[in-house]
């Protein structure tokens, strides 16, 4: 079955620094790519996507990558803020299906 | 506009008691989906919604579960006998076509917890 292994937590980054949340999938098809944040005391909500190989979803200054030969889909950002504290989530759907398979999470703090 | 929003938000249940959980979505949304969260785990799919139709009930854990959408809009996530570990956080999520590129829209979610 599809499955997603996305870095355990949590990490805490100073303002400003680099992230890079690694994240890579298993699946037997051509899955579309996602990453979801979930602010504190609020519901998820898709950061951003790819739907295929090479494709770059952006978005809050957040990107990722789908690299289909690594299977993986890491999120980066190039300078965090303290806003930025969240809990974001790997998941991919594959094919016509609809549900989407989750990673268990990544908690990320920020601090000042 | 209004999200998808769920109620109650918190529920504690005696072990053996039965719980039903709301869920409104979207507006005009054709597809909706439930998903459960245990504590520090992703949300793992259970089942869902065409319309009124339940195409995939694949994800749901037993038969003490069970969830409908009888006129196509709210749905009720219904769980009989409930037991300690049915405890989690139970997420709806709507969204607008059966495309599935299109984008979940997720409620606050219910949290469940069973004593």
């Known amino acids: 079955g599809n499955s997603v292994t996305q870095m355990e937590g949590p990490v805490t980054l100073s303002e400003e620094a680099f992230l890079t949340i690694n994240c890579t999938y298993t699946?037997?098809?051509?899955?579309?790519l996602f990453w979801y944040v979930q602010y504190p005391g609020e519901g998820l909500q898709l950061l951003l996507k790819?739907?295929?190989?090479?494709d770059k979803g952006s978005n809050k200054g957040f990107e990722a990558t789908y690299r289909k030969e690594t299977t993986s889909f890491h999120l980066e950002k190039g300078s965090v803020q303290v806003s930025d504290s969240a809990v974001y989530f790997c998941?991919?759907?594959?094919?016509?299906?609809?549900?989407?398979?989750f990673g268990t999470g990544t908690k990320l703090q920020v601090i000042p | 506009g209004a999200g998808v929003s769920q109620s109650p938000r918190y529920k504690v249940a005696k072990r053996g008691q039965d719980v039903a959980l709301r869920c409104d979505p979207i507006?005009?949304?054709?597809?909706l989906f439930w998903y459960q969260q245990a504590l520090g785990q992703g949300p793992e799919f259970l089942t869902y919604?065409?319309?009124?139709?339940?195409?995939?009930k694949s994800g749901l854990p037993s038969d003490r579960f069970f969830a409908e959408r009888p006129e196509g809009s709210v749905s009720t996530l219904k769980i009989q006998r409930t037991q300690q570990e049915d405890s989690a956080v139970y997420l709806c999520?709507?969204?607008?076509?059966?495309?599935?590129?299109?984008?979940?829209?997720f409620g606050p979610g219910t949290r469940l917890t069973v004593t």
């Open positions: 999520a709507s969204s607008l076509a059966e495309v599935s590129s299109y984008e979940q829209y």
């Open positions: 699946a037997t098809g051509y899955p579309s």
């Open positions: 790819a739907t295929k190989a090479d």
């Open positions: 998941a991919l759907i594959e094919g016509g299906y609809q549900k989407v398979t």
């Open positions: 507006s005009g949304h054709v597809s």
């Open positions: 919604f065409q319309n009124e139709a339940q195409l995939d």
